[in-house]
Nanobody, 124 residues
Framework: QVQLVESGGGLAQPGGSLRLSCAAS????????IGWFRQTPGMEREFVAA????????TYADSVKGRFAISRDNANNTVYLQMNSLKPEDTAVYYC?????????????????WGQGTQVTVSS
């Protein structure tokens, strides 16, 4: 089982940017489809974006389409989420996971294991 570690969160102003990273501990990510998810207190975890193992296809939730970009660097075993034009409603803990990739709709997480995530707070 791949254990993933998220990083890069922090405080950003509305309209600002952050870049999140997802790295694997002990195993390669290079053959795995990866997704980003987010969760706010009292709410279910929701899908944000996903990318296929080779970076050939990406898909996004409607709420982030045009503002967020998922990418990967297989040489460095890392998946990124570039978040631009941030809004207060983007405030959440962000997680990554391996996924069953589905274009144009929610990609489903494979693993029941979730890391600690990384907190993103958008506030002026």
């Amino acid at each position: 089982q791949v254990q993933l570690v998220e990083s890069g969160g922090g405080l950003a102003q509305p309209g600002g940017s952050l870049r999140l990273s997802c790295a694997a501990s002990g195993r390669t990510l290079n053959d795995k489809n990866i997704g980003w998810f987010r969760q706010t207190p009292g709410m279910e975890r929701e899908f944000v974006a996903a990318i296929t193992w080779n970076g050939g296809s990406t898909t996004y939730a409607d709420s982030v389409k045009g503002r967020f970009a998922i990418s990967r660097d297989n040489a460095n075993n890392t998946v990124y989420l570039q978040m631009n034009s941030l809004k207060p409603e983007d405030t959440a803990v962000y997680y990554c996971n391996t996924v069953y990739y589905r274009y144009g709709t929610t990609s489903v997480p494979i693993s029941d294991y979730w890391g600690q995530g990384t907190q993103v707070t958008v506030s002026s």
